[in-house]
């Protein structure tokens, strides 16, 4: 399996546009994170899915952004619209549930925003 | 909500040398992960232990839930040992974690 895919890999955008980071899980996974990480704060969860559903949205920052997955085999963080506090790495891991809670981490997108 | 402290905050080590890394948590919890993040930023799971102790290879971690702490051990350190390692817990017997601050480890050849 190729792992976790995060694209894209790096992003630069203006305060105000939409920004969409796209993530594929391993194949067979059936839990998905989305994870922020900044210098300030660490690393944060936002939130989880459970077969495509999402469980815990409470590390979402704000109305600004908004995760879906449609399928088990893709999903989506939006930003909308983008500030300069939401720079950061953001992280995407999945995980099987039977796997002893070993989480497998994407490479990460870096988001910067002017 | 939970606190999570990790001790030292920076380490430096000669090759060879051993290490232990602490994560303190400020209530009682169901899980608890440890995580290296190596220099180009990848991140990888090292172990699950709620409690108790595990091994792998020249990595073991010993988690004492009554006490609310775990250790990490890292034995005959290598250069490729570098990065930092963060500590994850989560209480209510989901996935919602919360990562200690890290600690950086630069192990010199």
């Known amino acids: 399996d190729a792992g976790v895919i995060q694209s894209p890999r790096h992003e630069v955008t203006e305060m105000g546009q939409e920004v969409t980071l796209r993530c594929k899980p391993i194949?067979?996974?059936?839990?998905l994170f989305w994870y922020r990480q900044t210098m300030m704060r660490g690393l944060e969860l936002l939130i989880y899915?459970?077969?495509?559903?999402?469980?815990?949205d409470s590390g979402m920052p704000e109305d600004r952004f908004s995760a879906k997955m449609p399928n088990a085999s893709f999903s989506t963080l939006k930003i909308q619209p983008s500030e300069p506090r939401d720079s950061a790495v953001y992280f995407c891991?999945?995980?099987?549930?039977?796997?002893?809670?070993?989480?497998?981490f994407g490479p990460g997108t870096r988001l910067t925003v002017t | 909500g939970i606190q999570v402290e990790q001790s030292p905050p920076d380490l430096i080590l000669q090759e060879g040398a051993n290490s232990t890394l602490r994560c303190n948590f400020s209530?009682?919890?169901?899980?608890l992960q440890w995580f290296h993040q190596n220099p180009w930023g990848q991140l990888i799971n090292l172990f699950y232990?709620?409690?108790g102790t595990k091994q792998n290879g020249r990595l073991s971690a010993t988690t004492v839930a009554t006490e609310r702490y775990s250790l990490l051990y890292i034995s005959s350190s290598q250069t490729t040992d570098s990065g930092v390692y963060f500590c994850?817990?989560?209480?209510?017997?989901?996935?919602?974690?919360?990562f200690g601050p890290g600690t950086r480890l630069s192990v010199l050849p």
């Open positions: 899915f459970n077969n495509n559903v999402p469980i815990d």
């Open positions: 194949s067979g996974h059936d839990y």
């Open positions: 232990i709620p409690s």
């Open positions: 891991a999945s995980m099987h549930s039977t796997s002893s809670y070993e989480q497998y």
């Open positions: 994850a817990v989560e209480r209510d017997y989901g996935q919602n974690f919360v």
């Open positions: 209530d009682s919890v169901n899980n």
